[in-house]
């Protein structure tokens, strides 16, 4: 294992804690990966490098047959899809008039002189301002682009894979495009990363920066959708203090407390003139914005963030931290709002936790069972009820009223009435707190539910934003 290690120019920093913080080298995926599996692969790929194909081998546990096999759909898929050029992520990196960053991208902090920014293991190093969004297809090409420029930068026999540095909170006057990963985000970047950037998935770091406190739990809940080597190399952090430890400060953004400047119009211009593509001078991409500028499939915002939470993912992480909220069964009365609507009261699976309230439609705990509604609680309050015609095994009825819509639910004693309307409470101001954090307003007085989360439209004035 000695052997392999220096052939890929593996070197460890330690974190705080004395572990590993070099990347996944350190798993059970590594463990198994000989240098004769990696020969085994080269002989059958002899065009591509062994820092590519040894994440294949390791993303498959060291069976070469498997590696193979992912590395051939990889190749087919290059030829089916078009490689994106600075024209299909330009529009994601420009601002919307007034606010001093874009809305969501990622950008490989080239220098334009034939480096980029790296951090102390040599890595490239890629600015995830916000969080992608767009279509699945917008998406695709906006992670496809940053991959293949970062991997220009790779240095010979280290792991093709970066640091990446994601900024959780908006710049000012941008939207909010940092979410929990629904179905779209997971096809996009999580199935395609692991599939056809398999070193990367392993490999890269993730700083989580800006990240509330209150909300550290939730990424908890994306282990299923991620390579065990992703999830334990994210760190979760409240701003951007412990980024000197990993990137020196010339790799570090003014904006993150560094030195380095970056211009992302300059940027734009460069990679057009080099690539020999026209870029669309006004056009910008906001979160939420109707169309396309092409004109392409629509992008909408997600009504509902956690619809791919299951409530046995859930339950595990109250049962860890029973602190962090409370489940339980409750009866829920229908809003009689539409042509087949029924306001007559049904079972389901409630928890409040982390400034939400999400229902489950199945009463039972299950790991097939999603999140069928989701309220955030900014700008709600929730009361005791008695007007209304309570079903008999739950007599105690209250009401959550905030700004998207009103639930209520009946629960089947005062006791458990009181710890409802309790732990609701303490969430709306959870809530509260980390929507301030996010836009950076101040406590209770920052916006309404969704305020934050719309753009400023898909075509807007040329801006210059230095990083």
């Known amino acids: 294992m000695d052997t392999i290690r220096a052939a890929f120019g593996w070197s460890s920093v330690k974190d705080d804690d004395g572990s590993d913080t070099s990347g996944g080298e350190s798993s059970d995926a590594c463990a198994i990966v000989t240098s004769t599996g990696l020969e085994e692969l080269r002989k059958q790929f002899p065009n591509e490098g062994q820092e590519v194909l040894e994440g294949y081998l390791r993303m498959r546990k060291g069976d070469v047959g498997a590696a193979s096999t992912q590395y051939k759909s990889t190749i087919a898929w290059k030829k089916q899809f078009r490689k994106p050029t600075i024209a299909d992520a330009a529009p994601f990196m420009r601002s919307a008039p007034g606010a001093e960053g874009p809305d969501g991208c990622l950008i490989v902090l080239e220098d334009m002189k034939g480096d980029c920014a790296r951090d102390k293991l040599g890595r490239p190093v890629i600015a995830s301002i ?3 969004h767009g279509t699945v297809e917008d998406m695709e090409k906006q992670l496809v682009y940053a991959n293949d420029r970062a991997a220009l930068y790779n240095k010979p026999g280290m792991l093709q894979c970066q640091s990446v540095v994601i900024e959780v909170a908006p710049r000012k006057g941008a939207g909010t495009s940092f979410r929990f990963p629904d179905k779209n985000v997971r096809k996009a970047n999580m199935d395609l990363q692991r599939q056809h950037y398999p070193s990367g998935a392993i490999g890269t770091t993730s700083h989580f920066c800006g990240l509330p406190r209150g909300v550290t739990w939730a990424f908890k809940l994306c282990k299923p959708f991620m390579a065990k080597e992703t999830y334990d190399n994210m760190k979760l952090k409240p701003n951007f203090n412990h980024l000197p430890k990993y990137l020196p400060p010339g790799s570090i953004l003014k904006a993150w407390g560094g030195e380095l400047e970056f211009d992302i119009e300059a940027y734009i211009q460069w990679r057009a003139k080099e690539e020999g593509v026209v870029v669309d001078p006004v056009a910008v991409r906001t979160f939420g914005d109707a169309a396309s500028v092409t004109g392409s499939a629509k992008e909408t915002k997600e009504a509902n963030p956690m619809e791919s939470v299951t409530s046995a993912a859930l339950k595990e992480q109250l049962d860890d931290e029973p602190t962090l909220g409370k489940m339980g069964v409750v009866q829920k009365k229908g809003s009689g709002v539409g042509l087949f609507a029924s306001s007559k ?7 409040v936790i982390g400034g939400g309230c999400m229902y489950f439609d199945d009463a039972q705990l299950s790991a097939k069972s999603t999140c069928s509604r989701f ?56 809530g509260t707190d980390n929507h301030a954090a996010r836009t950076g307003g101040g406590g209770s007085g920052g916006a309404k539910t969704g305020e934050a989360a719309d753009g400023a439209g898909a075509v807007a004035p040329k801006k210059v934003v230095a990083l």
Not at 345 to 351: A, D, I, Q
């Open 375 to 430: 309220l955030d609680l900014v700008g709600a309050y929730a009361e005791s009820v008695s007007d209304e015609k309570n079903p008999s095994d739950a007599p105690f009825a209250f009401r959550v009223v905030a700004p998207a819509r009103t639930f209520i639910f009946a629960c089947e004693s005062q006791e458990e009435l009181d710890a409802w309307l309790s732990v609701i409470a303490r969430e709306i101001q959870v």
């Open 130 to 132: 916000g969080m992608l």
């Open 345 to 351: 009261w049904k079972k389901k699976l409630l928890c």
